[in-house]
């Protein structure tokens, strides 16, 4: 026992009688006092009252011994908490929490005149003020505690749902996940891939987080191996959004997927993503980050399926819906190395006949000729058109164009 400790034996017995009548007085002033009290239900209030009883119960111990060795300080203090669900701690913030603990100690102090024997006063004041900070770092540690939990909880429900994006689970598997993070969904949603920075996934994710709030967006992320993949909400320009946020990423490319209306359809988005995020180092000056679809032919020679359907239907047969003079033009221009001179000596017409053949592939592909990396895509687009035949219509010609079209040298 401490060297206090016979000098409040009296008082000790004094407490120990008054112990109920202090937590039902606590309450009470906690009812009186603070207005989001009055609001909590029923069985939370209650739990409240079992740790203001607690609290006086480790106050009689603290008195016990004496104020307390480094050891039992905590121990004691402790348990003050122990007796409430971890439940609590995600119900009521720690500074409410606080303004409990406050106004526990302060109706105990109102009381130390009749609580405490004649002539120890003092000394009960004393130990109040000590227990009353080792009550305050027992609160800390119970909502870090918390923290850490829910941030552990948090990391994994997330890894969960990026985990069901990339399998392309169902939406009501989707969206139950995302509630449980409280995801509201704003349109539109895209997912961007980039390599993990290393390091604790919950710090990884906290970083995510830190820099989202900042430009305003909703996210969630994952880390997966070495890449971290975040799912976007709310971002009118998501590869500007995402640019905001590479920080978070790891070196090398960063990949965003195209926007979708809503989380439903954001699986299309991580597949192409992950898609341009493999195929990526194939274009070592690629823009960080850089959208799927600019990577439309590193992902075709990489084996996406999407990227060659896209290039194959989306500009290969555009193309030929647009005139057979198009891709005979595109053809010879490519053959001569981009020199608008030679194309149109190869085809007998007159380079301005070229240049707006040009000009329009340009404007059906939305992929210019004229710029390298446009003249790429439409190289790749011409080899996967060619190797995977559009079906023919009986009813068109042979180019699949159903009208006869006229030349250029008509027009």
């Known amino acids: 026992m401490g060297t206090d400790g016979p000098e409040l034996s009296a008082t000790l017995r004094r407490i120990e009688r008054s112990a109920g009548a202090l937590a039902t007085a606590s309450v009470s002033r906690m009812d009186e006092a603070l207005p989001w009290f009055r609001a909590l239900p029923a069985d939370q209030r209650a739990w409240v009252m079992l740790v203001a009883q607690a609290g006086v119960r480790s106050l009689v ?12 300080s905590q121990e004691v203090s402790d348990e003050v908490f122990a007796t409430a669900p971890q439940a609590l701690a995600r119900s009521i913030s720690l500074q409410q929490t606080v303004a409990l603990v406050k106004v526990t100690i302060d109706v105990v102090e109102e009381q130390v005149g009749h609580l405490a024997a004649p002539g120890e006063e003092q000394q009960l004041r004393e130990v109040m003020l000590r227990f009353s900070r080792e009550i305050a770092f027992a609160a800390a540690r119970v909502y870090a505690r918390a923290a850490e939990s829910r941030g552990a909880w948090d990391a994994r429900l997330q890894a969960l749902l990026v985990d069901a994006l990339l399998r392309g689970d169902s939406p009501d598997v989707l969206a139950s996940r995302a509630a449980a993070l409280g995801w509201t969904d704003a349109p539109p949603v895209a997912v961007a891939v980039g390599r993990s920075p290393g390091g604790e996934v919950t710090a990884v994710l906290h970083t995510v987080y830190r820099q989202a709030r900042r430009i305003g967006v909703e996210v969630i992320g994952g880390v997966h ?18 640019e905001k946020l590479s920080t978070a990423f790891g070196a090398g490319p960063v990949v965003v997927g195209p926007a979708v209306p809503s989380l439903d359809g954001a699986t299309e988005s991580a597949r192409a993503a992950l898609a341009g995020f493999r195929a990526a180092p194939a274009w070592p000056g690629a823009p960080r980050p850089v959208p799927a679809a600019d990577l439309l032919p590193e992902r075709a020679l990489a084996g996406d399926a999407e990227a060659r359907r896209r290039l194959r239907h989306d500009v290969y047969a555009t193309l030929v819906r647009a005139g057979g003079e198009l891709l005979e033009t595109l053809d010879a221009f490519l053959a001569a190395g981009g020199t608008l001179e030679s194309a149109a000596r190869a085809l007998f017409v007159h380079p301005n006949t070229v240049r707006y053949r040009l000009r329009r592939i340009g404007d059906v592909t939305g992929f210019s ?3 390298p990396r446009d003249a790429f895509t ?34």
């Open 225 to 242: 191996g070495d890449r971290l993949v975040i799912v976007l909400g709310g971002a009118a320009d998501p590869v500007a959004a995402t």
């Open 369 to 371: 000729p004229l710029t």
């Open 378 to 411: 439409l190289q790749i687009a011409l080899v996967v058109g060619r190797l995977d035949p559009l079906p023919v219509n009986p009813a068109t010609n042979p180019m699949g164009d159903k009208t006869p079209q006229k030349s250029d040298d008509q027009r």
């Open 61 to 72: 111990q603290w008195l016990r011994d004496g104020g307390g060795t480094a050891d039992s």
